[in-house]
């Protein structure tokens, strides 16, 4: 379950704390994570005098592109998560309250007081898509000649590039030795 009813919790105060397990789905992470991707982890739902803190940890596996090659592979993920939820309406009276600290509807306890971590789950994730692994230590990367996965064919082009600067002298060393 990625989403939890804190009307109670609430009820009972600030610094009132709940633990719950984190099982669940994401969708629509990226063009590589369509979905379903499990989620697994805990959080602590801890009361604050503006709403509530979620504090725990998550796990998922993501396909990414390898940054070297470009071969999609799939990598275990564990993010950190500390998060605030700001309610809308109050648990008590049921009067709907100000917008508060430039609430973002990812990080607002609806009118049910269900605060749903799956918003925020997706932004860690594609958060973990920016900076993937590489496939495998010794991975080769693409050819910058002709492009081909140099892990998967040996090409032959030539890979040294020479400053703009200095070409003039290089000219030097590809024409033949002249005997004087």
Same mark, same amino acid.
Request: aromatic fraction near 2%; charge should be negative; charged fraction near 25%.
């Given at each position: 379950m990625l989403a939890f009813n804190v009307a109670?919790?609430? *009820?009972?105060? $600030?610094?009132?704390?709940?633990? #719950?397990?984190?099982?669940g789905e994401? $969708? @629509?992470? +990226?063009? #590589?994570?369509?979905?379903?991707?499990?989620?697994?982890?805990h959080v602590q739902l801890i009361v604050t005098p503006d709403g509530v803190l979620a504090i725990g940890e998550a796990e998922f596996s993501l396909v990414t @592109?390898?940054?070297? %090659?470009?071969?999609?592979?799939?990598?275990?993920?564990? $993010?950190?998560?500390?998060?605030?939820?700001?309610? !809308?309406?109050? $648990? !008590?009276?049921g009067r709907a309250l100000?917008?508060? #600290?430039d609430d973002e509807p990812e990080l607002l306890i609806d009118e049910q007081h269900i605060? +749903?971590?799956?918003e925020v789950l997706k932004q860690y994730a594609v958060a973990?898509?920016? *900076? =993937?692994?590489?496939?495998? =230590? +010794? %991975? @080769?990367?693409?050819?910058?000649v002709c492009g081909e996965n140099r892990n998967v064919v040996? %090409?032959?082009c030539e890979t040294?590039?020479? +400053?703009?600067?200095?070409a003039a002298l290089a000219q030097l060393l590809d024409e033949p030795e002249s005997e004087e």
């Open positions: 109670q919790l609430q *009820k009972e105060g $600030v610094g009132a704390t709940r633990r #719950h397990e984190l099982a994401l $969708v @629509a992470v +990226d063009e #590589h994570n369509p979905g379903p991707v499990s989620v697994q982890g @592109a390898c940054p070297r %090659c470009l071969t999609l592979t799939e990598s275990r993920a564990n $993010v950190e998560i500390e998060e605030e939820f700001y309610p !809308v309406i109050d $648990v !008590v009276s100000p917008p508060t #600290h605060l +749903d971590l799956s973990q898509t920016l *900076k =993937p692994p590489v496939c495998t =230590p +010794d %991975c @080769a990367g693409l050819c910058p040996s %090409c032959s040294r590039e020479i +400053d703009p600067r200095l």
